[in-house]
């Protein structure tokens, strides 16, 4: 989501109160199988396709996903009332809603997440399976090991996009990683190591499948205190 421009420090209070304490409880208590999400901001001003906050909830299982696609592709099923909420939550704009599943992961971090990166990638239209396939193996045995390595992040979930849901931005990237750190912000920048070791050619080149993916998205968020 993104609030209004304009918004001041006490409607951003309001906003992420009425998150925490009403919106979430609604989602949770429409949607079985929703876990209490994990909260983000945007490190940086956002963009139109960019939502400044970002929510993550988990699913338990197939049969939920099932579930959740069959209400939002049947009015009838899904007509329920979320409460309006204060007004600096009805002016807010729901930038993303996609649902992924994850494909691989490692372990998550045992301690408290500092940074989260969000990297959104399409692989090349025209790729064969064989190729496909070429490509998810380097990304998850060549590219992730690099971001961990050169990024200074400790755990990592990549993503495969189930299903796009209604929203102001409608072109989700195919494959979606999410990594994850727990150092210090004032002990680390992700970013431009990232960007350093990019520089200096400490990051694998790959297959030439993987040459011509398209990155979508490079993203980095801050965590908030995460719903109740």
């Known amino acids: 989501m993104t609030t209004a421009a304009g918004a001041t420090p006490e409607d951003i209070?309001?906003?992420?109160?009425?998150?925490?304490?009403?919106?979430v409880k609604e989602v949770l208590a429409a949607n079985p199988g929703f876990g209490v999400p994990l909260r983000y901001e945007l490190d940086h001003e956002?963009?139109?396709?960019?939502?400044?906050?970002?929510?993550?909830?988990?699913?338990?299982?197939?049969?939920?996903?099932?579930?959740?696609?069959?209400?939002?592709?049947?009015p009838g099923l899904n007509a329920r009332t979320y409460t309006?909420?204060?007004?600096?939550?009805?002016?807010?704009?729901?930038?993303?809603?996609?649902?992924?599943r994850r494909v691989t992961a490692s372990a998550p971090l045992a301690g408290p997440v500092t940074g989260l990166l969000v990297a959104g990638v399409d692989p090349?239209?025209?790729?064969?399976?064989?190729?496909?396939?070429?490509?998810?193996?380097?990304?998850?045995?060549?590219?992730?090991?690099?971001?961990l390595q050169h990024g200074g992040y400790r755990s990592y979930a990549r993503y495969e996009r189930v299903?796009?849901?209604?929203?102001?931005?409608?072109?989700?990237?195919?494959?979606?990683?999410?990594?994850?750190?727990?150092?210090?912000?004032?002990?680390?920048?992700?970013?431009?190591a990232l960007a350093k070791a990019g520089r200096a050619g400490l990051l694998s080149r790959g297959p030439e499948v993987w040459q011509r993916r398209t990155t979508r998205w490079r993203l980095w968020f801050t965590p908030l205190s995460s719903a109740g």
């Open 163 to 192: 299903a796009d849901l209604p929203s102001a931005f409608g072109d989700y990237p195919r494959f979606c990683s999410l990594y994850t750190t727990d150092v210090p912000r004032d002990e680390a920048d992700p970013e431009s």
């Open 13 to 23: 209070a309001r906003f992420h109160g009425f998150y925490d304490e009403v919106h």
């Open 84 to 100: 309006a909420g204060p007004e600096v939550w009805s002016s807010a704009s729901f930038v993303w809603r996609v649902l992924w």
């Open 46 to 74: 956002p963009d139109p396709v960019t939502p400044r906050w970002l929510a993550l909830y988990p699913i338990e299982e197939e049969r939920q996903v099932d579930g959740y696609l069959e209400r939002q592709r049947d």
């Open 124 to 147: 090349p239209s025209d790729a064969t399976d064989t190729e496909l396939a070429e490509f998810t193996d380097f990304y998850d045995t060549g590219h992730i090991p690099d971001i």
